[in-house]
């Protein structure tokens, strides 16, 4: 039965690499299916003790997919003040530099699950409700300094910890 959240994700990529060529229409719906199976693989895997390695990887691959897709679907959809790029290029090579030391460190894809980490999460996924209420400018300064602490804080976790906990809260509650 721990393969029933490892399905989940399975849908969730499907439903991520559907998104770019679907029509707009379903746009929300996709996004919306893929959002609520991240919520809910996670959280049957943790309430029914079916978590595993393979599944915390295919979590993480699956998050990065829909990522990707979804930021490449808004820049093409809306204009993004440079600011927003340049830092969103920041936070990628935070992140890049924080996988490459967990890779040297530890020999795997470090991609933690911090609260800052899914505070960002959360935000990115509400952004495009979010952008339909408010300007892209105020609400993109938060979205961008959440996502620059949070990947600050993978960082200095993945540098100077002894051994990589995957599900580590934040920087300072560290094993």
Known sequence: MNYIPNI?????????????FAAD?????????????DILDGWLAR?????SSFGTLLDSIADLIFFIVVVVKIIRSITLP??????????VIIRCITYL???????QFASLHTYLNKLTGLLL????????????????IVLLLCGILSSIEELLIV??????????ATFFHKK
């Open 101 to 107: 030391i967990g890779f040297f460190r530890f020999r």
């Open 47 to 51: 309430k029914m003790n079916w978590t």
């Open 159 to 168: 540098s100077t910890t002894k051994k990589l906990d995957k599900n580590s």
């Open 25 to 37: 229409s379903l746009f929300f719906p996709l996004y919306f299916f893929a959002g609520l199976t």
């Open 82 to 91: 440079a600011f927003l790029l340049w830092g969103a290029l920041a936070v």
């Open 125 to 140: 996924f509400l952004s495009p409700v979010i952008l339909l209420i408010l300007p892209i400018n105020p609400f993109g």
């Open 8 to 20: 989940i994700t399975i849908f969730r990529i499907l439903a991520s690499l559907i998104i770019p």
